[in-house]
């Protein structure tokens, strides 16, 4: 059954509930109600809770409240539920909610002895509380309360679940004291108008408040911030709170953040639409080329790809000299000045198919910053790709870009090719990492590419080789929080460049057209149209000579007649 086929009964149920609670003349809730809900906050692990097949283990981040948060996983055919046997009291209401994260998540109740209710979320990147409540059975003394998620998608985090009324008898948790001042307070980046910071989660916090030079500016759930409206080159003194229903901390002990200079990503030579391609430091059979052999019709060239070291999170790169004909260290350079000097930008690739850098604490994120702007400063790189095609940690490796970025300035060019599965869902890693550090983000290119059939932004299933595919994947993103300029169409440059996936220049010329103008369109249209739609991406400019240079004088040149 679809999530959407459930929903609609789901709401349909809700909708019952309602009418019949109000017809049931149940007592309302008074003062004496509490959270009969025990281990609410899974602060005690998954103590008084249930997890299906193994699904469910407590993480500490991302947290709504407190120091911990369920994570189940649905896998196969288990949508990891988990449930809590919840005392009550017969002829009574209840009201059922709890705070969702990730992929599908439902929660419901059963067992009430009346209309059993339930209510659901499509995935969602940040908290969201769903809400229902229900009427108990003149015998019932129990109900079963359980979240699920739905199968095969991603995995659903939950916290702060609560059954508001009357005291079953079964016990309640404690009521919250005024959590403690947050410690570690620092600044993990900066930008010309931006400051990134971070802090130690406070037990019992349901949330934080930040203050810019003694005034809040902004309310968090999570142990991060990102203020942004900042001047450049300007000094701020940063400190924050910590709250639940019981109050407000103190405020933590003060750090000051410095903004860059310059005017920020948009200050980035690049035109409004542009295509990249990927330049091969190896021979696997497509044309060897230099540097400057690319064509002029690439405005960003992604060197692949840098090398992992013995230290973990950290990236070199080896010119393949002798792969490449002879080609020396000191030509290859200066072609990176002579691409600069016509506009060009090239950048250093992290990953392929083959890529083994793991980014995964802090040591590590820290690592990968300072290494590839060591790159940047031996080659001349003008910014970082992100092509990890085994996973990434979301969190360090937007610690280790934001890092970078305070390194490198408002000049920096970063962007990122993931796989079409990365990109399914805002809760995918790939996805958050791509929204948490949008502020310095370049473009998303997604390899349309040996891929299996996947979700457009409409729930429908489209498969590889059509404008449907480009086109309701690209909404996805599109509509998921990335800015229209951040979002390109990845493709293979010919059939040899790829093992699936290869489409015509036509074709990415309609999905072109389609997402920016809502010409050319298959039977996916886009409700609106993206002009400003940054543009396209190819593997590679060696498989591209190859073939004459057909994809690039084809969807270059469409790409850059866009309005």
């Known amino acids: 059954m679809s999530p959407h086929i459930r929903s609609a009964r789901l709401w349909a149920s809700v909708a019952t509930a309602a009418l019949a609670l109000s017809f049931a003349g149940a007592g309302q809730a008074s003062a004496a109600d509490v959270n009969n809900a025990r281990n609410s906050g899974f602060e005690s692990g998954l103590g008084n809770w249930t997890c299906s097949a193994n699904s469910g283990t407590t993480v500490s981040s991302p947290v709504h409240g407190g120091t911990a948060a369920l994570k189940a996983t649905p896998a196969g055919q288990d949508n990891a539920q988990c449930t809590q046997s919840v005392a009550v009291k017969p002829n009574s209401t209840y009201s059922l909610s709890a705070w969702v994260q990730g992929g599908y998540t ?163 030579a690049l035109p409004k639409h542009a295509v990249t391609g990927y330049w091969q430091n190896f021979n696997n059979g497509a044309t060897v080329q230099k540097l400057s052999d690319v064509s002029s019709q690439y405005d960003i060239i992604a060197v692949a790809f840098a090398d992992a070291t013995t230290t973990p999170g950290a990236v070199t790169f080896n010119l393949d000299s002798a ?99 990365d990109m399914q869902s805002t809760s995918n890693s790939y996805f958050q990492t791509a929204l948490n550090v949008k502020d310095i983000l370049t473009v998303v290119n997604m390899q349309y590419y040996n891929s299996g059939s996947m ?56 999905a072109l057209d389609c997402l920016t103008k809502g010409t050319g369109c298959g039977s996916f249209k886009p409700s609106k149209t993206y002009p400003d739609l940054r543009g396209a991406m190819t593997w590679s400019t060696n498989w591209d000579a190859s073939a004459g240079s057909s994809w690039s004088n084809s969807v270059g040149a469409h790409v850059h007649a866009l309005p």
């Open 106 to 268: 439902y929660l419901g109740v059963t067992g009430t002895g009346t209309t059993d209710v339930s209510t659901w979320t499509p995935d969602s990147s940040s908290w969201k509380q769903l809400t229902t409540s229900f009427t108990t059975g003149s015998s019932t003394t129990s109900v079963t309360v359980y979240t699920h998620g739905w199968y095969g998608q991603a995995a659903y985090y939950a916290d702060d679940v609560s059954v508001y009324g009357p005291d079953g008898g079964g016990g309640s948790d404690p009521n919250p004291t005024v959590p403690a001042t947050p410690a570690g307070l620092s600044v993990s980046s900066t930008t010309s108008s931006s400051a990134s910071l971070s802090w130690n989660a406070v037990s019992g916090a349901t949330g934080y408040n930040v203050y810019r030079n003694g005034t809040k500016v902004t309310a968090v759930t999570g142990t991060s911030a990102t203020v942004t409206g900042l001047a450049a080159s300007t000094s701020y003194s940063f400190q924050v709170t910590a709250t639940n229903s019981a109050g407000e901390s103190a405020k933590s002990t003060a750090v000051t953040a410095t903004t860059t200079s310059g005017g920020g990503n948009d200050g980035i």
């Open 323 to 421: 792969g490449l004909g002879g080609y020396s260290v000191d030509q290859f350079k200066a072609d990176i000045k002579a691409k600069q000097a016509a506009g060009k930008k090239v950048i250093v690739s992290v990953g392929g198919q083959n890529g083994t850098i793991s980014v995964n604490d802090s040591t590590s994120a820290t690592n990968f910053a300072n290494s590839v702007y060591s790159l940047m400063q031996t080659y001349g790189f003008d910014g970082v790709d992100i092509d990890l095609e085994n996973g990434l940690n979301a969190t360090y490796m937007s610690q280790a870009l934001h890092s970078l970025a305070s390194k490198a300035g408002s000049s920096l060019v970063l962007t990122m090719a993931p796989q079409t599965i």
């Open 455 to 510: 979700l457009g932004c409409d729930g429908k299933v489209y498969s590889q080789g059509s404008v449907d595919f480009l086109t309701a994947l690209a909404c996805i993103q599109l509509e998921g929080g990335l800015s229209p300029s951040q979002v390109g169409l990845g493709l293979p440059a010919s059939t040899s460049a790829a093992g699936s996936g290869y489409v015509s220049p036509t074709v990415v010329n309609n």
